[in-house]
């Protein structure tokens, strides 16, 4: 059964903001929640001396929110057709969070080899299944071909074939050669590639084909380490032995056990422009297209686990052509142990200005880093 508690807090400016949080028994967080991941976290590959290869600079290694991988990744460029302009959004194949991981190497000829990894989670493997055949039935590939891999449950290999000064001349001045892994493994997708100058391939091909095959590897040893410290279900703890009476002194008497401490854990998962008095809605993309003057609700929503006292923070701002029409925050302390709970920051704003505008919002939790998002909206007169 879900269970709301509303929480009423006054910031900084004379403003209120409503705060809502979300969380659910055993029974519903099986339905809401399955799978191996649970966060971006457990999605990283850790670097290594060998990973990224020598020669190469990371240029991103971090978590993210499905606003952020559809405007900032390779892969919704090319793997999701944002070349085209419409895209298949993160938000829509219904991710939850995302790593991504972006290195590049600048080779002899002058141009840039790069390699590039995405993991993504979702609600359950049936979810993560669906986006997956979203994502490879897209119809934009010249080339798909199963790849057999122990442990996947599904893996293709996929190719555009069209990498060029056409996509974006900038990074890609010249035709590029690519190729990609989709994988599916649980309830969370791999997908990862290289791409390399046509003209440079024969030399850095190999390299590729080991870098793909490495992350490849490292992101079902990932599985390994979630499903390692998760308990069975139902399975007793064993019974210790019963110290035995002895005549020259009394039984000893056990230590207590103390419970461990509900570690500290948190995505920003959503950030949506909601009507008034709308309903909780984590998972979809909110109101993109406003009109000046109406009275909104700015969401941040946020997912998160932590000991009752924790203090959360949510700041936002709506931004044109760099100027902030709008800036609030808000904070609160967890009124309980929250595991995996849904939390809703709300923010009464009058849409002002016209033309293109960025909703910017930042979250930060205990001690853990702040993540950021973004998201684009489009305010008529």
Request: glycine share 10%.
């Amino acid at each position: 059964m879900i269970r709301r508690v509303c929480l009423i807090l006054t910031v900084l400016l004379p403003l209120l903001i409503a705060v809502e949080i979300h969380s659910a028994d055993a029974a519903s967080t099986r339905q809401v929640q399955s799978g191996a991941i649970h966060s971006s976290g457990q999605l990283r590959i850790p670097l290594s001396a060998g990973y990224p290869p020598a020669g190469f600079k990371t240029n991103a290694n971090t978590a993210m929110t499905p606003a952020d991988a559809d405007s900032a990744t390779l892969q919704a460029l090319f793997l999701h057709g944002g070349y085209l302009r419409s895209n298949q959004s993160y938000h829509d194949i219904g991710a939850l969070g995302l790593w991504y991981q972006e290195f590049v190497a600048t080779l002899p000829s002058g141009h840039n080899m790069w390699l590039t990894y995405l993991g993504s989670y979702y609600t359950s493997p049936d979810t993560a299944a669906g986006a997956f055949n979203d994502v490879v039935g897209s119809g934009i590939f010249s080339r798909v071909q199963t790849c057999q891999v122990p442990g996947a449950e599904q893996c293709l290999d996929v190719t555009l074939g069209f990498v060029g000064p056409g996509i974006d001349p900038t990074y890609f001045p010249v035709l590029y050669a690519d190729d990609w892994r989709i994988m599916l493994k649980s309830n969370a997708l791999l997908e990862s590639g290289y791409l390399i100058p046509q003209s440079d391939l024969a030399a850095n091909q190999a390299q590729g084909q080991s870098a793909l095959q490495m992350m490849t590897s490292a992101f079902l040893e990932l599985f390994n380490g979630s499903l390692a410290g998760t308990p069975t279900p139902g399975k007793p703890s064993p019974t210790p032995a019963t110290p035995k009476r002895t005549p020259t002194g009394p039984r000893a008497t056990p230590k207590a056990t103390i419970a461990p401490a509900t570690p500290v854990e948190f995505q920003l998962h959503n950030i949506r422009v909601e009507k008034v008095g709308a309903p909780f809605n984590a998972d979809k993309p909110g109101k993109g297209i406003l009109k000046a003057g109406r009275r909104v609700v700015l969401s941040v929503y946020v997912v998160l686990s932590g000991p009752s006292g924790t203090p959360v923070q949510a700041a936002i701002e709506v931004l044109q052509r760099k100027k902030a029409l709008f800036q609030k925050s808000g904070s609160l302390n967890l009124p309980r142990d929250e595991s995996n709970t849904t939390l809703r920051f709300t923010f009464p704003y009058r849409v002002k200005g016209s033309g293109a505008q960025t909703v910017r919002a930042g979250v930060q939790m205990g001690n853990q880093p702040a993540q950021y998002g973004t998201i684009k909206i489009l305010v008529k007169k």
